[in-house]
Nanobody, 128 residues
Framework: VQLQASGGGLVQTGGSLRLSCAASGGTFSRYNMGWFRQTQGKEREFVAGISRSGSNTIYSDSVKGRFTISRDNAKNTVWMQMNDLKPEDTAIYYC??????????????????????WGQGTLVTVSS
């Protein structure tokens, strides 16, 4: 599956952005989806994940209550709504896909190594 992330940009502290990740070349409903972020010199960190059906979501503690991940399998797209943005949210954001096939209630992974496919990243900059 190929992933194309978009929606990044420059926003002031307290502002909002919505990231999109469009998938192609695979059966989208067979994948858990995740968002990660990375800043220079740091490890890529987990931000949010959603199960293949969209019924379950998980978040890192740093974004819980501010970010919301969602998906539409008919549109082969996953989104992440980011509200109340802070300067520390500045990073390149990556979407990723974890192939789980037909597992009914798959565990949503939090580690980079468990994801099979990655998008190219979109830059989010939050100014203070």
């Amino acid at each position: 599956v190929q992933l194309q992330a978009s929606g990044g940009g420059l926003v002031q502290t307290g502002g909002s952005l919505r990231l999109s990740c469009a998938a192609s070349g695979g059966t989208f409903s067979r994948y858990n989806m995740g968002w990660f972020r990375q800043t220079q010199g740091k490890e890529r960190e987990f931000v949010a994940g959603i199960s293949r059906s969209g019924s379950n979501t998980i978040y890192s503690d740093s974004v819980k209550g501010r970010f919301t991940i969602s998906r539409d399998n008919a549109k082969n797209t996953v989104w992440m709504q980011m509200n109340d943005l802070k300067p520390e949210d500045t990073a390149i954001y990556y979407c990723a896909a974890d192939e789980v096939g037909a597992v009914l209630i798959p565990r949503i992974p939090r580690t980079r190594a468990e994801y099979d496919y990655w998008g190219q990243g979109t830059l989010v900059t939050v100014s203070s």
